[in-house]
């Protein structure tokens, strides 16, 4: 499975360019894992409102 140390490296650069990172419920993730979600302002809350409809507790 995936690892936090599998996307940091990614997580880091989407955050040092302005972006957003969460998992798919739209909370801020201090490391980032396996449920991800990430992009600039306008595609992160895109696909975050797309998700949250489909998402289980």
Known sequence: GLKPWDSAAGCLLVREAGGFVSD???RSLPICDAEVLAGNDALHSRLHKLLAGSLRD
């Open 24 to 26: 798919y419920r739209g």
